[in-house]
């Protein structure tokens, strides 16, 4: 069994070990390879008991009488501190989040083992910060969403030519979610645009094209903005207990559902303004 020398030993910064201010440097490592552990969990779309879990189990290799954690979907705030030591205390806002599967699976590899003493703390911590952002490039994400919409039509009842042309509404969601993202535009409004846009490429294909069932078009282009992570998570947060973040993420995603319900049913009306008596238009 490791024991609490050992432990410092394993995780003190070259320089002072043993010493009260090699020590609270250790802490302050061990504190912000915890946090950066947490956040980039939490901005991946990991439920917030998952997050708390591994700062705890990060902050408790520290050895210290005091450990405490709390992370909402929103920030974290993480704490550490002895009787002979002033405790440290960080508090890190997390505004952007998404989903990001592979980049938790990455963090918990690490967080495992350095908490097993296969790592040590500074390369746990170099190694958190090499991980990168996106997994795949731009276009492998754009391919993505134009497969999605043409695989779901087939599901909702829809024939080659619903197909053809949910692929191709598909491309135009495409488009404006990555103009949008490039322009940093609120991911509210995004939603409520590309919703939009994606309507009204399917009212203009139905325009052209009168045997094309529009419903099963935006029906199938609409599936990848389904914020069905968020509703995941809500759920697993609020049988946990976390009913703050589960409160947020249900928020969250009925925000998500109610922007795209504003961009698609904006853009029928509009289309029905321009075109009356065209049918579904």
Not at 117 to 132: H, R
Not at 201 to 215: I, N, S, T, V
Not at 248 to 254: D, T
Request: aromatic share 6%.
């Amino acid at each position: 069994m490791q024991t609490i020398c050992d432990r410092e030993a394993r995780i003190s910064m070259p320089g002072t070990p043993g010493t009260k201010a090699g020590k609270w440097m250790d802490y302050k490592l061990v504190m912000n390879t915890a946090v950066l552990a947490g956040e980039m969990m939490l901005r991946s779309g990991a439920e917030t008991y998952r997050v708390e879990d591994t700062i705890n189990h990060i902050l408790r290799t520290a050895d210290t009488e005091t450990v405490e954690a709390s992370v909402m979907m929103t920030g974290i705030v993480a704490t550490i501190g002895n009787p002979d030591m002033e405790p440290i205390t960080v508090i890190k806002r997390v505004q952007k989040r998404g989903t990001n599967l592979n980049r938790i699976m990455r963090v918990n590899e690490i967080s495992r083992k350095y908490c097993a003493g296969e790592l040590t703390l500074e390369t746990a911590y170099n190694e958190l910060k090499s991980i990168g952002g996106k997994q795949y490039p731009v276009w492998i994400y754009n391919l993505a969403t134009v497969l999605v919409p043409a695989g779901f039509a087939p599901l909702f009842g829809g024939g080659i030519l619903e197909t053809a042309a949910a692929a191709f509404v598909g491309a135009v969601l495409a488009l404006v979610v990555t103009v949008g993202k490039r322009l940093q535009i609120n991911g509210f409004i995004l939603d409520t645009l590309s919703s939009f846009g994606l309507a009204v490429a399917a009212a203009l294909l139905k325009r052209f094209c009168p045997g094309l069932d529009e419903d099963i078009v935006i029906i199938s282009a609409i599936m990848p903005m389904v914020p069905g992570v968020a509703i995941t998570n809500a759920v697993r947060d609020t049988l946990q207990g976390d009913y703050i973040s589960g409160g947020a993420r249900i928020l969250e995603a009925f925000l998500k559902a109610a922007a795209v319900a504003l961009g698609v049913g904006a853009a029928m009306a509009l289309t029905g303004l321009m075109y009356p008596g065209g049918g579904n238009l």
